[in-house]
T-cell receptor, first 116, second 116 residues
Framework: KAGVTQTPRYLIKTRGQQVTLSCSPI?????VSWYQQTPGQGLQFLFE???????NKGNFPGRFSGRQFSNSRSEMNVSTLELGDSALYLC???????????????FGPGTRLTVL | AQSVTQPDIHITVSEGASLELRCNYS??????LFWYVQSPGQGLQLLLK????DTLVQGIKGFEAEFKRSQSSFNLRKPSVHWSDAAEYFC??????????????WGAGTKLIIKP
């Protein structure tokens, strides 16, 4: 079975631009979570989707948004980029309706976003 | 508020020595507890999890963890470390938040360095 894939792997943007990151979960997994990882703040939960519905949302501004498609693929979008948005963005998928706080999550390699 | 504390940012251990990584949590009920590992250049991988039952949990790669309710701790142990264990280790807690949603709350991570 193929693992979680994320595209692109690396991205460089400038302040004020917007960016869309993509995540393809493991086949059969319907839950997808997104995380931001930085050296200073560690791993922070962004949001979780299950069957195209946002189930949970972390404490991030409205510039961060996401969606999930009927094939479980997910995208996250960050508008009006700020320097502080530079981070590794991780996507994780899990099997089962209980979600990331209960089921094992399988993580992708991440997208490294640099905002200049 | 729910929180997870990993008091050690870095730990250095000689190859073949035993290891204990500490994790303390703050949560009113019995949480779901996880340990994940992030190896250089690789995604996060689940080592083990605790939901209920036997408080000593066995995981992959020879790791185990013990849930101690009285100490609100879930420390990770390994009797003899290998150079390949050098990685960053994250403790996480699945907690029910005030908005009735479960969310995974992560510790800041402990970086394990192996001395030859």
């Amino acid at each position: 079975k193929a693992g979680v894939t994320q595209t692109p792997r690396y991205l460089i943007k400038t302040r004020g631009q917007q960016v869309t990151l993509s995540c393809s979960p493991i086949s059969g997994h319907r839950s997808v979570s997104w995380y931001q990882q930085t050296p200073g703040q560690g791993l922070q939960f962004l949001f979780e989707y299950f069957s195209e519905t946002q189930r949970n949302k972390g404490n991030f501004p409205g510039r961060f948004s996401g969606r999930q498609f009927s094939n479980s693929r997910s995208e996250m979008n960050v508008s009006t980029l700020e320097l502080g948005d530079s981070a590794l963005y991780l996507c994780a998928s899990s099997f089962g309706a209980q979600g990331s706080s209960y089921n094992e999550q399988f993580f992708g390699p991440g997208t490294r976003l640099t905002v200049l | 508020a729910q929180s997870v504390t990993q008091p050690d940012i870095h730990i250095t251990v000689s190859e073949g020595a035993s290891l204990e990584l500490r994790c303390n949590y703050s949560y009113g009920a019995t949480p779901y507890l996880f340990w994940y590992v992030q190896s250089p250049g690789q995604g996060l991988q689940l080592l083990l999890k605790y939901f209920s039952g036997d408080t000593l949990v066995q995981g992959i790669k020879g790791f185990e963890a013990e849930f101690k309710r009285s100490q609100s701790s879930f420390n990770l142990r390994k009797p003899s470390v290998h150079w390949s264990d050098a990685a960053e280790y994250f403790c996480a807690v699945g907690a029910l938040l005030m908005d009735s949603n479960y969310q995974l709350i992560w510790g800041a991570g402990t970086k394990l360095i192996i001395k030859p």
